[in-house]
């Protein structure tokens, strides 16, 4: 079709493109409506409701579930819920932080060319490769009063008991384990960056420090922001390495994911899905402030790369 | 000054791209590296630079050996044959980021980089990243970021490439006056004769890694040192005719022409006359190379006519009006004060007179 036939027919022929777009999509829109809005309306649903046997006002006994306003959410303002919230946003805050730095160094490391390089590579991946249960349960070995850990540094601590231990035991862990990951997602970002921008910076003079601080570190941003976004949403919504490494009902680790498991196996269904709503809209609003604040920066960079890759 | 001793670079793959090069640049000069895509050109260039380490010989800047000097110390600025910008800082501080290396105060550097953006007519696009700029642009951009401070030496690789044929020559006027204002030695890569000759002081042509020539733009064009560099260097490229010597006489593609002295009867020679210097005749003559017209090119003022003389072909420029008919018999005639005459692969002297 020539040009000028095609700008003519342009916003007639845009319309169709955009229905047909959104029948192709339709089935997928269903799909989630199906297994994602679904679950997380009744999820919030349920958390207005309680369910089980009570006498009513006459002194009857009723069953089945009935209308109990923000009943289940009183449990909000207790302490359980309120140390909960506040174990999820250090072990976030902390481990986020130290695998950012870790991420970048291990990226740097395997972004420089050197034999082996490959290996290295692979090797650095093992432990995001290797399921949480299994590294929980290795950790724990480590961290047995006459384990390694206490070993190396010539100390008698209860690492698995509960305490400030125990938190940073957790924190140890959980950067170990997906520190891989933020380094990984961001040596993606650094093969991108042409190398001769490296170069021009060098005949500048610029030194080592610089280059990172100026070239380097705002080239790969917007790689580094999609790290942290996937891992604090990650972190925030943290379950199973607490549970074994140190393990359920541990007040100094309880995570709120480990709050609402706990509500859920007593059948505290109401309270349960109180707090899901709230872990839900707590990492919701996260998510919004960063890509508010960092988000629209991010996709402009992305955009202005790729025309000058190309 | 620039001065390249025995200058060897072996890339790890084995190719030599730059063999034994020995080469002086004086201080302040405009020196262009002029040569075939692949000759080692940009290498040169980065090895200049200190980007890229010599396997063998040694460079001197200003007196010193730099041959192991990074390069952030060798005070030299560079523009890179595909720009190197960086993409997350706008045009201001893309000019403005070597001053900023060498810490000088915001103010000044952006008053500096504003100046060097109006000379190469940036001013509209400041504060645009590379990304919303055009090749030429990002071209321009470059050639501001290198000129901002004032270094040494400049190493420009084909800094003017990407430009239209209007701004192309309004910037070689502006590189010209630029670089007779600050006075700083410059090398220039480029593979288009026409701007090596226009700005350059000295040229040097390269092929395969070697100096084929090296010279002011008059020699090079007037006395081309061999038939590469002669065929490489002019808007149309020159004529070159195998002969024999016969006594004192040339026999060249069925002419006959007086032989310069120095020749022994019997050698092969290579006969070269640029088309510029090479006229009709639509009559038969002995010191004409006989052929039939087979081809003309409009070359606006003046027309460029190939004649087919047996197996090779001849060019001449014709002025406006005196074009013979395809498909004719005509006669080109060298102006043999003009003509050079090679043995083996290099100049023979003395040139006809
Ligand atoms: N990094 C490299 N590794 C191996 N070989 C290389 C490398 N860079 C260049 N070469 C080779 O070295 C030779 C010279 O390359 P160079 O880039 O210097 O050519 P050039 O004269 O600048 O060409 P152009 O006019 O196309 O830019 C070429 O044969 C090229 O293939
Ligand atoms: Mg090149």
């Known amino acids: 079709m020539s040009g000028a036939a095609n700008r003519r027919r342009g916003p007639r022929e845009r319309a169709g493109q955009s229905r047909l777009a959104a029948l192709m999509l339709s089935p997928t829109l269903v799909v989630l409506a199906l297994v994602v809005l679904y679950p997380l309306l009744s999820a919030v649903r349920e958390s207005f409701y309680t369910s089980g046997e009570t006498l009513d006002a006459d002194g009857f006994v009723v069953e089945g579930e009935r209308f109990a306003g923000l009943a289940n959410y009183s449990g909000v303002l207790g302490e359980r819920f309120v140390n909960a919230l506040a174990n999820t946003t250090l072990f976030t805050v902390a481990t986020v932080s130290i695998e950012v730095v870790l991420g970048v160094l291990m990226a740097l490391v395997m972004h420089r060319a050197f034999r082996g390089r490959g290996f290295l590579r692979a090797s650095i991946l093992i432990p995001w490769a290797v399921p949480t249960a299994v590294s929980g349960l290795m950790w724990r070995w480590i961290f047995q009063a006459d384990g390694v850990a206490n070993t190396i540094i010539g100390q008698q601590i209860l690492w698995t008991t509960e305490g400030v231990q125990a938190k940073i035991a957790v924190i140890v862990a959980d950067t170990w384990k997906t520190a891989p990951f933020v380094g990984l997602l961001v040596l993606a970002g650094l093969q991108i960056i042409a190398g001769e921008v490296y170069e021009a910076a060098r005949v500048d003079g610029a030194s080592a420090w610089q280059t990172f601080w100026r070239i380097t570190l705002p080239l790969v941003r917007p790689a580094l922001l999609v790290a942290v976004l996937f891992r604090m949403m990650d972190a925030l919504r943290v379950f199973d390495l607490p549970y074994v490494l140190i393990g359920p009902r541990k007040h100094s680790v309880e995570t709120l994911s480990a709050l609402i498991w706990d509500e859920a196996t007593r059948v505290h269904y109401g309270p349960a899905s109180a707090y899901g709503t709230m872990l839900f809209l707590y990492i919701a609003l996260i998510a919004f402030v960063f890509v508010k604040l960092l988000g629209a920066d991010l996709l402009a960079d992305v955009r202005t790369r790729r025309r000058v890759a190309s | ?353």
Request: with cysteine; aromatic share 6%.
């Open chain 2, 1 to 353: 000054m620039i001065s390249l001793h025995g200058l060897t670079k072996v890339y790890p793959g084995g190719v030599c791209a730059v063999d034994e090069l020995d080469l002086e640049i004086a201080d302040g000069e405009f020196f262009a590296l002029l040569g075939p895509s692949g000759c080692g050109k940009t290498t040169l260039l980065r090895t200049i630079a200190g980007l890229e380490t010599p396997t063998s010989g040694t460079v001197g800047i200003g007196g010193a050996d730099v041959t192991t000097t990074p390069p952030g110390r060798r005070d030299v600025a560079m523009v890179f044959q595909d720009y190197a910008l960086f993409p997350h800082m706008d045009v201001t501080d893309n000019i403005a980021y070597p001053l900023r290396v060498k810490k000088t105060p915001k103010t000044e550097r952006h008053a500096k980089a504003a100046a060097t953006a109006a000379r190469l007519s940036l001013s509209d696009m400041l504060t645009r990243r590379p990304g919303q700029l055009s090749g030429g642009q990002q071209q321009r951009v470059a050639l501001a970021r290198a000129i901002a401070c004032h270094p040494k030496v400049f190493l420009f690789d084909e800094p003017l490439s990407n430009l239209d044929a209007r701004l192309r020559l309004e910037a070689r006027t502006f590189l010209k006056r630029l670089q007779r204002e600050l006075a700083v030695t410059t090398v220039f890569v480029t593979h288009d004769q026409g701007e090596a000759l226009a700005l350059a002081d000295r040229i040097a042509v390269m092929s395969g890694g070697r100096l084929m020539q090296v010279g002011t733009p008059t020699e090079i064009f007037q006395r081309p040192a061999t038939p590469f560099v002669a065929s490489f260097i002019g808007a149309t490229p020159m004529n070159l005719l195998p002969g024999d010597v016969r006594g004192d006489v040339l026999h060249v593609a069925g002419a006959a022409l007086p032989a310069p002295p120095g020749l022994t009867d019997g050698d092969h020679i290579t006969y070269g006359v640029r088309p510029e210097y090479t006229d009709l005749s639509a009559s038969p003559r002995d010191d004409a190379f006989p052929g039939t017209v087979a081809v003309m090119e409009n070359l606006g003022t003046a027309n460029l006519v190939t004649i087919e003389a047996g197996d090779t072909l001849i060019q001449a420029v014709v002025p406006e009006g005196d074009e013979p008919a395809l498909g004719t018999a005509a006669w080109a005639v060298p102006r043999q004060a003009r003509a050079l005459v090679y043995t083996g692969d290099r100049l023979h002297a003395p040139i006809p007179a």
